[in-house]
């Protein structure tokens, strides 16, 4: 019975059982200062366990040496985020903990199809396509909110195809970069005193930046648009080496960004409401400084969960969850769960640096990043960091396409870590 | 292979420091941004926490609720039920305008915003579970303050009625004044009423003293010994000095008198050659002795009294001092502390509205013991002040403030106030053998003292003794 005696799945279990209490006493807490049935927290505390000692089990059989630090992060982010979905709009949080499951599940389906990862890079240009598809659909069938034109309506399910068109870019780049990484990373012809690699071999990659300009142009979605392009480079970096794709790719993207800011309205409004809220606190600055006033009442221990007035931010369970954690749960509780990402991502790069094979090596870092980058420039964004886009704080934000993909690129990072070359300790 | 990882671990270290900017930012803002933004007047926050908390009780000495929170929904709301009555007292508690008046002074008790201290305290805001305020007890008196009230009625003015033993502040009354659950509907019109809606008259208002005053002047003639009640004086209509001239209350003499008569009668040629001899700087010390100059230490802001410095006065503002004319200008609180002194042989005692602070229990978390303040004149001359005032009412300018079968000593005043009628003044106490009580009233422009402050005072006296008695 090897399972049984695993050392990393001990340690994953020792963790979740962690990460489940801290969770179960959110909840208390919630029910108590919110004056909720003490049976809903234990019907959601139930719930998420289930749904994380099921995936520990499943872990334990079918990918013994996985990572141990993954799942337990991953339940304690989608659990905190659970408890702030329940305290800050308790209708949508069975909707919430209902994906949670989904997504479990799709975790065991993907796990089992994906114990092969290897095998995903031999569909290298349909994942290109099935990319390129589900990005451009919502241009042509989507429905716009908040200026963005990013939802798919399939009947009683929207859900942002964006989110699964990121990962097939990932198996896309991948593998392609994998089979021609040594090709680009020779300079063959010099133009504008740059070296340059065989203008063929480029061609997928200037399609990658023309692709990111038109979810930009078409789509309105400057934060999708700046995590492609962000995924592109890092992974054409790792890929090559070449310093000179990331110092072009990072002056492509500043000129299209300027080019936007006087082009769009909508641009302009982010980045001017970044530089200075107040310019219109009523209006467009409404949302970024009751963010602002949520976090800056957070102090160091919050205001304790449920005691704030996090509500008063518009669509605070999306894309504003984190401001509604840094005031109830203060600098110490916003602390953690950033740390809880960086770990995450460490993990993530880990499974990088210890995979079997190249393409296993390229594909974690493209998820890794992906994560990252939605996690910064969200994070950011609430923070006043870096200018506001709209993306969704993986795990914690309510809405379920987020969550499935999510679940879905830990279910592949799991797959990749179970098949390393050499040990992760 | 190894040249791949050596750049996962760089994206790896341009990961880390992006989150590690993440941490120090939320730190600025949590930390150091933190009150600036709390301050910001578009963050409604701290109205809304201190909505969550039950603030506590205001309760008079007669055991009437003059301020409570009431829950409604999540939050509560400050009720007055007393309205109007105690509107200066109590002031008021509002999200939008502030607050004013005890609610202000005792908002730390009121408010029960004691840090966290104890992590069983830290357990109970984890929970939600904040302790209400604490109650605070007063020494107000509705009945009386309802009686004052009704006898002041419209008319501009305050009332101060205190127990010269304990300096206890039994009534406050000052009109026009304002209801504190209708703060918020008609701010508008109660902060830029004319007169002043939010002036609490009794402690912040400045009225010039007029013969009121002349209870000072003696007081330091008396001290300094150079005068007795049987000291004769020329008393004609007008005395000139320096050019100028000070004259009686309409134009009258009275030939030659006592200071004892000149007292009773409140003649002003007479004070003003009091004043003239004693000389400035003796007239601005006594002043100065009594808390003129000074704070007042009290539960609720008070104006600062003030008489201009000796050195900044010729000889005829001296003698208009004296007569409590001139810059001169009092509180009509520092008008009854002035009584005071004279009614509790020569000592002041400080004067207290908040009786003593307690948790919901009952546990006093503050407690008030009577204390000295000032002690401006002798025992002795405090006794001969009081006789001349006794007699102020028993056959001179107060005999409207008499009771029948109480001896009440006062001194009334008729401040002349440039144009319109003059400003009327009555101090006075009862009994005079064991002084219980001292009222300071003032209706502003109301005429002369004796026809119309001290009927309020001795509806006041009566009201009181009546009930004691």
Not at chain 2, 184 to 206: C, V, Y
Not at chain 2, 308 to 328: F, H
Request: a positive charge; proline letters at 4%.
């Amino acid at each position: 019975m090897r399972f049984m005696k695993s050392r990393y799945r001990n340690r994953e279990l020792l963790l979740l059982i962690f990460a489940l209490i801290i969770i179960s006493l959110g909840f208390y807490l919630s029910a108590q200062t919110t004056a909720q049935p003490i049976d809903t927290a234990l019907k959601l505390a139930g719930l998420l366990a289930t749904a994380f000692i099921g995936l520990h089990i499943a872990n334990r059989i079918l990918i013994t040496d996985a990572d141990p630090l993954l799942l337990s992060l991953t339940a304690f982010t989608s659990g905190i985020g659970l408890v702030m979905i329940w305290r800050l709009k308790p209708n949508l949080a069975s909707a919430q903990s209902t994906w949670i499951l989904v997504g479990a599940v799709t975790i065991l389906i993907a796990l089992v199809l994906a114990r092969n990862y290897r095998k995903l890079k031999e569909y290298k240009y349909t994942w290109a396509i099935a990319g390129i598809i589900l990005l451009f659909a919502p241009i042509f069938l989507g429905t716009e909110r908040g200026g963005a034109r990013l939802w798919l309506d399939l009947g009683p399910i929207s859900f942002q195809p964006a989110e699964i068109a990121k990962i097939c870019f990932v198996f896309f780049l991948a593998a392609y970069l994998e089979e021609k990484r040594e090709l680009l990373s020779i300079s063959t012809k010099r133009a504008f005193g740059l070296w340059l690699p065989e203008p063929k071999h480029l061609g997928p990659l200037a399609v990658m930046w023309l692709i990111s300009l038109i979810i930009l142009v078409l789509e309105r979605d400057l934060g999708t648009s700046l995590l492609f392009f962000g995924l592109f480079l890092a992974m054409i970096y790792v890929a090559t080496g070449r310093a000179m794709y990331v110092s072009l790719g990072i002056s492509l993207f500043i000129a299209g960004a300027v080019a936007c800011y006087f082009v769009f309205s909508h641009v302009q409004t982010r980045f001017d409401i970044w530089l200075d809220p107040w310019i219109d606190p009523a209006g467009r600055g409404y949302q970024l400084i009751q963010a602002i006033f949520a976090i800056g009442s957070g102090g160091l221990t919050g205001t304790g969960l449920g005691l704030g007035h996090p509500t008063l931010i518009p669509a605070v369970q999306t894309d504003f969850i984190f401001a509604a954690v840094a005031e109830e749960l203060g600098l110490l509780g916003g602390v953690a769960v950033i740390l809880a990402y960086l770990l995450f991502i460490s993990r993530g790069l880990r499974i990088a640096l210890s995979a079997s094979d190249d393409f296993g090596r390229l594909v974690a870092t493209g998820l890794t990043s992906v994560f990252a980058l939605q996690a910064f420039v969200i994070l950011g964004g609430t923070t006043r960091l870096i200018p506001l886009t709209g993306v969704t704080l993986p795990y914690m934000s309510y809405g379920g396409s987020s969550i499935l993909m999510n679940f879905i690129l830990l279910a592949l990072l799991l797959a990749i870590s179970a098949k390393r070359g050499d040990s992760l300790e | 292979m190894i040249r791949l990882n050596k750049r996962i671990a760089r994206l790896g270290i341009v990961f880390i420091t992006a989150f590690i900017l993440l941490i120090v930012n939320l730190t600025y803002m949590q930390f150091i941004a933190s009150a600036k933004l709390t301050a910001k007047p578009e963050n409604i926050r701290p109205v809304l926490y201190e909505r969550r908390i039950e603030r506590g009780t205001i309760i008079s000495a007669d055991g009437k609720v003059l301020a409570t929170s009431r829950k409604q929904d999540d939050s509560y709301t400050r009720v007055y039920p007393e309205g109007e009555l105690a509107a200066h007292i109590t002031g008021f508690y509002s999200s939008r305008y502030g607050r004013a008046g005890l609610e202000l002074t005792y908002d730390d008790y009121l408010s029960g915003q004691s840090k966290v201290s104890s992590p069983d305290d830290y357990m109970k805001r984890l929970l939600g579970e904040e302790e209400p305020g604490n109650d605070l007890t007063l020494t107000l008196d509705m009945n009386l303050q309802s009686i004052a009230s009704k006898a002041l009625g419209l008319r501009k003015g305050a009332i101060v009625v205190l127990d010269p033993k304990t300096g206890a502040v039994l009534a406050l009354v000052g009109w026009p004044r304002f209801d504190p659950n209708t703060l918020d509907d008609k701010w508008k019109s109660i902060a830029e009423n004319p007169e002043g809606a939010l002036l609490n008259r009794a402690t912040q208002g400045r009225f010039t003293p007029g013969s009121s005053f002349k209870i000072v002047t003696a007081a330091a003639a008396i001290e300094s010994g150079a005068v007795t009640p049987a000291t004769v004086y020329e008393a004609p209509a007008q005395l000139k000095i320096y050019g100028g001239k000070v004259s009686n209350y309409g134009n009258k003499g009275f030939g030659r008198i006592s200071f004892e008569e000149a007292f009773i009668k409140s003649v002003n040629t007479v004070f003003a050659q009091v004043g003239k001899n004693l000389g400035g700087q003796k007239l601005v010390d006594a002043s100065e002795a009594f808390g003129i100059n000074g704070e007042i230490p009290f539960d609720l802001p008070t104006a600062k009294s003030s008489v201009p410095e000796a050195s900044e006065m010729d000889d005829l503002e001296v003698a208009w001092m004296a007569v409590g004319q001139g810059r001169a200008a009092v509180s009509p609180l520092m008008m009854a502390l002035v009584g005071a002194a004279v009614a509790n042989d020569g000592e002041i005692m400080q004067p207290y509205l908040v009786v003593k602070a307690s948790e919901r229990d009952g546990t006093a978390v503050f407690a008030r013991e009577p204390r000295p303040w000032l002690c401006p004149i002798s025992k002795n001359t405090a006794a001969v002040l009081k006789s001349l005032m006794e007699q102020v009412v028993a056959k001179g300018t107060g005999k409207s403030a008499q009771i029948p079968g109480v001896r009440v000593a006062g001194k009334t005043g008729t401040a002349e106030v440039g144009k319109g009628e003059p400003h009327a003044w009555f101090v006075g106490f009862a009994p005079v053998d064991n002084p219980e009580v001292i009222v300071a009233v003032i209706v502003e422009n109301g005429g002369t003292g004796g026809s119309t402050a001290a009927p309020i005072a001795k509806q006041i006296i009566a009201a009181l003794l009546g009930k004691n008695h």
